[in-house]
């Protein structure tokens, strides 16, 4: 009976540990007012970007062109733009589409960068030197101008758009976790655990990944912001969403051209975006503090 209550006692010491921890980087990340403020707002936004198709007073697709340009009023809040549409209306869905491509696009970089970085730091010799040369590659080459070719090949939609930053956005997860593991694949427990017998899979996935998740996890927290603004710089030049699906890039790019005759076009779509860009970078800055307090990255 001494052996199941000793277990017992080592997990309960065990979950005690983490608890503390989780409570020690809480608050570490309070005491950033920004990041806090960031974090409301990145929740505010994942709200609307959730429950906004369902509470747009319009389809973001429904037009009435006797009402175009018009300022804000309580049937509009936002203004219309120049054909009719409602402002309110078209932020809430762009919210949507643009969380949907900033995570699925930033979760498959993470995921390829994740695997190929384990692999090459822990295999080493050639394949670490191969993988290299490739990330180099995609470091040398300007992302955003890879993405338009991608983008152009492929054709304008949420699938190509994903596809593209995810093909660009992997090399830098794997550069970073493959330096990660260099630092740790010689370690006592790296090496005890090969001695052992334990496959490479097994070292990776127990002694190698636990210890720098939250490493990985800082950086996908600056690489949303990231792909919220490529995709924006795409629809600016004509090579985002198709219209009429609408974006924070084609409602900038649209506004362009009436910014003194109709302020409301330009300024309540950029500015919503630009808060937001501040606010992930925000919580992303509380998170490095919280997470890593040691500093570093």
Known sequence: MMVPAMGAAAAGRAASARTSAARRAWARYRA???????????????????????????????????????????????????????MFSEILFSIRFALEIAIFASLAAFAVGTVLGLWAGLQGGWVDA???????????????????????????????????????????????????????????????????????????????FPNVVSNMLIALAFGIPGDLTVQAALSVVGMGLNPPLPSFGNMIAAAGGNILGYPWLLYWPAGIFAVTLLSFLFVADGLQEALNPKGGY
């Open 32 to 86: 950033n007012p920004l990041a806090v403020v960031g974090l409301v707002w990145v929740l505010v936004f994942f709200l609307l970007g959730i429950i906004g198709p369902w509470v747009a007073p319009h389809g973001y697709a429904q037009t009435n062109y006797l009402m175009a340009n018009h300022p804000p009023t309580w049937a509009y809040p936002m203004g219309t733009d120049s054909l009719g549409h409602d």
């Open 130 to 208: 191969s993988l290299m040369r490739i990330v180099d590659f995609f470091f040398a080459f300007p992302a955003y101008f890879l993405d338009l070719i991608l983008v152009t090949k492929f054709g304008r939609g949420m699938g190509p758009i994903i596809f593209a930053l995810a093909v660009t956005g992997w090399a830098g997860y794997a550069r970073l976790i493959r330096g990660l593991v260099l630092g740790m694949r010689d370690g006592e427990m790296v090496e005890a655990a090969r001695a052992l017998g334990a496959s490479p899979l097994h070292v990776a996935a127990r002694y190698l």
